[in-house]
């Protein structure tokens, strides 16, 4: 089990380098099994669940090859068979669900368990059955499987009932060959619904109007393969703008796209730090004393939930009192806890967290209960006195490439131990 031990109170300074999206890639890989064809998928970060998609595919019969120094993946999915995915595999990530949508799409049958993923809610996924079964898949559930089978695909009119990542990209790769034209209404309109729709296009899907609230889809008879490139990771984008805000620091985070990271410039300039975007970077100056500010987690283009706790880590050291609402997630407040063992004073009554904030943390040894939970802590310890370790560290493994490296190359004092 590794563990980040960091030693607070140094200020970040210089240039980071953003990976390609984690929750992009993790769709992109199991959709290129709509392709039955070789996929060059680039940029691709190398993370853990990165991985375990590779693993998966390959066990699906896919050749993969993943150079992690040139970050691009050579899927081919010729000779995969509709997908059967374990409970073994499943687990893994919450992406797996992907696999459904993919060989739904492609094969008109699935089976695949349950999916895994960060412990944060109850995170259902009635939303990505409603959008099969509209389209004309018989989907039962036994035994933890999933299995969506259907003679054809036909076109539907799915309205979601809840803005759903998840579900809006599964059932626009389903959508892709079915006969007829899907709509998809009250979509998500989060960046990587944007990149995952491109990439399908690339294939030769036809999909308009992705990063609008409708989303429509022209089944097309075929699909083929692609050369496709991975956008920046907003969230580690935003995670880094934060840990520069943490240490008072001065910090250019590079390969970004600034437009999808305008909820948090606009926060941390709120809260008296001077952000600058240029083309693809932004550079963020920090102060001593932060101000407080509140905070609502939203579907984009709001707060993004993924870096509400980042952010809150931050906050116990902001001067008054700011509160944080978490709309998206009921079990998303488990780093509250542990900033406490470190002298944070947080109140949580049901999905709102009340920070007062105080002069300084102090280090002491907490424990990650998942991926963005993990980076809070890390940004703490970076602000704390003292060491802090963080245990777990195979949660944040899952999502940050080389977090400690790139923490290294801005000053900071962290080491891993084995
Ligand atoms: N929901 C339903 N029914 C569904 C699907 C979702 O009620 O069928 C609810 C969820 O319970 C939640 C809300 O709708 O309250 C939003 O869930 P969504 O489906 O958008 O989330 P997701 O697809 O499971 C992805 C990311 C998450 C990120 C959310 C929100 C991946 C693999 N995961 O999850 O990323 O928090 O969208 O943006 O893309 C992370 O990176 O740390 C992470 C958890």
Known sequence: MSKLLIEGGYKLKGKVNISGFKNAAVAIIPASILAGDLCNIENLPNIEDVHVLKRILKELGAKVDFHEEKKVMQVNTANVKECFVSYELAKELRASYYLLGASLGRFKKAKVAFPGGCNIGSRPIDQHIKGF??????????????????????????????VSVGATINIMMAACMAKGKTIIEN?????????????????GADIRGAGTDVIKIKGVEKMKGCTYSVIPDQ???????????????????????????????????????QVEEYGESLRVVGKDQLKNVNIKTLVYPGFPTDLQQPMSAILTQAKGTSIVTET???????????????????????????????????????????????????????????????DNVHYIDRGYELIEKKLLNLGAKIKRSE
């Open 187 to 203: 979509a998500a309109k989060e960046p990587h619904i944007v990149d995952v729709a491109n990439f399908l296009n690339a294939m």
């Open 235 to 273: 969230i580690e984008a935003g995670t880094f703008m934060l840990m520069a805000a943490a240490t008072g620091g001065d910090v250019i985070i590079d390969n970004v796209i600034p437009k999808h990271l305008d909820p948090i410039t606009a926060k941390l300039r709120e809260m008296g730090l």
């Open 328 to 390: 998206i997630y009921e079990g998303r407040f488990k780093h509250v806890s542990e900033l406490k063992r470190m002298g944070a004073k947080v109140k949580v009554e049901g999905n709102v967290a009340v920070f007062e904030g105080v002069d300084r943390l102090s280090g002491a040894k907490v424990s990650a209960t998942d991926l963005r939970a993990g980076a809070a802590l890390v940004i703490a310890g970076l602000m704390a006195q003292g060491i802090t370790e963080v």
């Open 133 to 162: 079964e509209a389209l004309g898949a018989k989907v039962t559930i036994e035994h933890g499987i999933i299995h969506a089978e259907a003679e054809e695909l036909i076109g539907a009119e799915i309205y979601l009932d809840v």
